[in-house]
């Protein structure tokens, strides 16, 4: 199939997260139509294991969905930041660990229809207590969750979020 031909786009907002742009494009059957594009860095959100089997999840408030949610820690790639070097920081941020061990489980787009965002999923092992300061996580609670138990709370609904479920489902399946 031959892809959408972009006659326009301009960014109409920039904001500390993201940007949207609006294109104008022609689709293959001739019809000219708007699409919105929401502009995002691409991300790493990490299965952590710890050396008792259990994964450490992080519960914070998420404005968006209006509810707290228990989650894998994730965060963005800066620029010019390497994946494993933003897992480092990530976690050390989050969780207050750095991992010794750090593999890449694989990947996805978070909402390709209309958002930019590239999730990087990795599973990190052999952690080591080191807390690096953020802005951003003053409001975190680490939660350790035995492996054999995240099925269940992803069934449950306890664990709701696409990269968290997506992540951890990849790290079982592994």
Do not use: W
């Not at 404005?63 to 050390?92: N, S, T, Y």
């Amino acid at each position: 199939m031959k892809p959408e031909k972009v006659i326009s786009s301009k960014t109409v907002f920039e904001g500390r997260a993201v940007s949207l742009r609006v294109d104008i494009i022609d689709k293959p059957s001739g019809e000219r139509i708007t699409r919105e594009i929401v502009e995002h860095s691409d991300c790493i959100a990490v299965v952590v294991l710890d050396d008792k089997d259990n994964v450490l999840l992080v519960r914070q408030y998420r404005r968006a969905a209006d509810k707290m949610l228990l989650e894998i820690p994730a965060g963005c790639v800066e620029p010019g930041e390497a994946l494993e070097d933003c897992v480092k920081r990530e976690l050390q941020e989050e969780i207050g660990y750095l991992p010794g061990k750090i593999k890449k489980l694989g990947g996805f787009y978070a909402a390709p229809g209309y958002c930019t965002e590239f999730m990087h999923i990795f599973l990190a092992s052999d952690l080591k207590e080191s807390r690096l300061i953020a802005e951003d996580t003053d409001e975190i609670e680490v939660v350790r969750v035995p492996l054999s138990r995240i099925p269940s709370q992803i069934d449950k609904g306890e664990i709701c979020d696409a990269k968290s479920v997506a992540g951890l489902l990849m790290a079982l399946a592994k």
